[in-house]
């Protein structure tokens, strides 16, 4: 499994007390990662995610510049809403207003950051309501009713990016298998034209006895 702090994020940890749960190992395999409208600015996330015993999330996503991430992927952060759903999936805070469209940087780093997720935690894809979802639907995990993050995430954009990734990497799958192919049957050419060798030399060495034979029998 790879590194466990994005190399994208600038690494600021959050308070180290406010995450976890007893009798639930961390980190652990995630199956998901849930997006949050922070509701406020980069400060105000800052003072909050240093404070014990507050709320907590895996990434702040700040509306200029890279993602900041809290806590190592796989920590049980405390935003999803519930236990369950803070145990099932980590969390990455876009900061901004219901109403405030994402920044292009934002949902640049909302891509890569689905695209590290499905490479390190080996997800099938990056999918809505599977792998790739929002706070107000953790509802059927126990969580309270939200509006968060309040259509502020460009899903028709950040979905077809990584979907276009899983298909180069059928793309390449499919080329690997096709080299292979090509490889066995190169090997299999060596392999009969070895042996069409070998025998036509075992023919050869026996004509070479059946000449000296006949030669030896020569009348001088
Ligand atoms: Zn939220």
Not at 64 to 76: N, V, W
Not at 87 to 98: H, K, R
Not at 174 to 202: H, P, R, Y
């Amino acid at each position: 499994m790879s590194d466990r702090w994005f190399s994208k994020a600038v690494r600021e940890p959050g308070h180290p007390s406010a995450h976890g749960y007893d009798g639930e190992a961390e980190p652990a395999p995630k199956a998901g990662l849930v997006d949050h409208s922070a509701e406020g600015p980069l400060s105000v996330m800052r003072r909050i995610i240093q404070a014990p015993g507050s709320p907590s999330w895996t990434f702040s996503n700040p509306k200029a510049g890279k993602l900041i991430q809290h806590y190592p992927r796989g920590t049980h952060i405390w935003a999803n809403g519930s236990k369950m759903a803070n145990v099932a999936f980590d969390a990455c805070e876009s900061e901004g207003m219901a109403g405030e469209a994402l920044t292009d940087s934002q949902t640049q780093n909302l891509i890569d950051l689905g695209r590290w997720y499905v490479e390190c935690e080996g997800w099938q894809g990056f999918r809505r309501q599977i792998e790739a979802w929002e706070h107000n639907e953790m509802t059927r995990f126990g969580a309270a009713p939200t509006a968060c993050p309040s259509d502020r995430i460009p899903w028709d954009i950040i979905i077809p990016a990584l979907e276009e990734d899983m298909v180069s990497q059928a793309d390449f799958d499919a080329f690997v298998e096709q080299q292979k192919a090509i490889n066995d049957f190169q090997n299999k050419a060596l392999t009969d034209l070895k042996a069409a060798i070998d025998l036509l030399s075992g023919i050869a060495v026996k004509h070479q006895a059946e000449i000296e034979a006949l030669l030896a029998a020569q009348p001088k």
